[in-house]
C-alpha cells in the first residue's frame, strides 16, 4: 500500500514567521509531488509542484525533494493569517501507475496568529 | 483562468437512489479524475479516466461507480445505489495534455445520503 504521510498539526505560527510542512512518502518510484492547500470545506488548490531533487522556490513558498530520504517539504516564508489552512502533500506514484493519480497525505492543519 | 467546474454543490438523496455528478474538465486536458473525501479525512482516489476508458481504479470504485465522458466536455460519476457511507465532497479533476503534471480540481460536490 503506498502511503503518503503528514503530521496532522495543527502547527501553530506567529505571522511573519516561517511555517515549514512536512511530508513522507512510501513508493521510491514516485516522480512528482505536490502541495494543495485546502481551506475548509473547499476543494484542494495547488500551490506547488517538485519533480528534481532540491529546492524549488515561487515567492514566499519553498517545495523541497530530497528523493533518497523519500521525504518532501514545504517552507512558508512571512506566513500571514491568510495562510490558515490545511496543508495536503500529494504523490504521483510512477510504480504501476497509468493514469497519473495522486495519493494524498492526511493534510497538515496550518494556524498563523496574528 | 481555465477551471474545473463541477455540478451541483450539494446533492441530497435518499439511501438506494442514483445519483449523477457532473464535471466539465479544462479544455485541452486529457486526463480525468474523481476524487473523494468523506468529512474529516483525506483525500482518495476513485477512478482515472483517459482516452474515453478507465485508466486506474481504486478499491472503493466498486460496481456501484460509472464513468463517462458522454459528449467530449463533460465527465460524469454515477453511484447506482446510494449508501449512507457514500456521504462525502467529490472532487472531479483533471491534468494535461501530458500525465504526471499538475491536477487541477474542481469545487466539489456536497453528496449527503439520507
Known amino acids: 500500500q503506498k502511503e503518503v504521510e503528514q503530521n496532522s498539526g495543527p502547527l501553530s505560527v506567529p505571522e511573519g514567521a516561517i511555517a515549514s510542512l512536512n511530508c513522507t512518502y512510501s513508493?521510491?518510484?514516485?516522480?512528482?509531488f505536490f502541495w494543495y492547500r485546502q481551506y475548509s470545506g473547499k476543494s484542494p488548490e495547488l500551490i506547488m509542484f517538485?519533480?528534481?531533487?532540491g529546492d524549488k522556490e515561487d515567492g514566499r513558498f519553498t517545495a523541497q525533494l530530497n528523493k533518497a530520504s523519500q521525504y518532501v517539504s514545504l517552507l512558508i516564508r512571512d506566513s500571514q493569517p491568510s495562510d490558515s489552512a490545511t496543508y495536503l502533500c500529494?504523490?504521483?506514484?510512477?510504480?504501476?501507475?497509468?493514469?497519473?493519480?495522486?495519493?494524498f497525505g492526511q493534510g497538515t492543519e496550518l494556524s498563523v496568529k496574528p | 483562468e481555465p477551471e474545473v467546474t463541477q455540478t451541483p454543490s450539494h446533492q441530497v438523496t435518499q439511501m438506494g437512489q442514483e445519483v449523477i455528478l457532473r464535471c466539465v474538465p479544462i479544455?485541452?486536458?486529457?486526463?480525468f479524475y474523481w476524487y473523494r473525501q468523506i468529512l474529516g479525512q483525506k483525500v482518495e482516489f476513485l477512478v482515472s479516466f483517459y482516452n474515453n476508458e478507465i485508466s486506474e481504479k481504486s478499491e472503493i470504485f466498486d460496481d456501484q461507480f460509472s464513468v463517462e465522458r458522454p459528449d467530449g466536455s463533460n465527465f460524469t460519476l454515477k453511484i447506482r445505489s446510494t449508501k449512507l457511507e457514500d456521504s462525502a465532497m467529490y472532487f472531479c479533476?483533471?491534468?494535461?495534455?501530458?500525465?504526471?503534471?499538475?491536477?487541477?480540481f474542481g469545487q466539489g460536490t456536497r453528496l449527503t445520503v439520507v
Open positions: 479533476a483533471s491534468m494535461g495534455p501530458k500525465r504526471n503534471t499538475e491536477a487541477f
Open positions: 513508493d521510491r518510484g514516485s516522480q512528482s
Open positions: 517538485i519533480y528534481s531533487n
Open positions: 479544455s485541452n486536458h486529457l486526463y
Open positions: 500529494a504523490v504521483n506514484p510512477w510504480s504501476g501507475n497509468q493514469g497519473g493519480k495522486l495519493i
